[in-house]
């Protein structure tokens, strides 16, 4: 099993940043790959960012590239989101979720964080 714990979350203005931190515990080393997911009032659920163990393998949203990045310290068993020039159509709640296994899906999701954007 791999716990998941979301934090970072908060109120910032449109153009702001915000990093995003994600905890991991339980099995760790099991941890294939990570991402974020986000899911705004009366959407779906949709991918934001994922990376892959090393770290040297990153993928991205269309609606957030260039602006947000997502990394890794294992050391830490820690995933980080960094959020720069937020806009206020990312408002939502933003998950961490874990792959562990090749090949797998995201089958662990921590309970998320909210982030809201003013304008």
């Known amino acids: 099993q791999v716990q998941l714990a979301e934090s970072g979350g908060g109120l910032v203005q449109a153009g702001g940043s915000l990093r ?19 899911q705004a009032p009366g ?11 090393s770290g040297g393998y990153t993928y991205y949203a269309d609606s957030v590239k260039g602006r947000f990045a997502i990394s890794r310290d294992n050391a830490r068993n ?4 960094q959020m720069n020039n937020l806009k206020p159509e990312d408002t939502a709640v933003y998950y961490c979720s874990a792959i562990v296994v090749p090949g797998g899906m995201f089958d662990y999701w921590g309970q998320g964080t909210q982030v809201t954007v003013s304008s």
């Open 20 to 38: 995003l931190s994600c905890a991991t515990s339980g099995r760790t080393a099991s941890t294939y790959a990570m991402g974020w997911f986000r």
């Open 43 to 53: 959407k779906e659920r949709e991918f934001v960012a994922r990376i892959n163990w």
């Open 78 to 81: 820690t995933v980080y989101l």
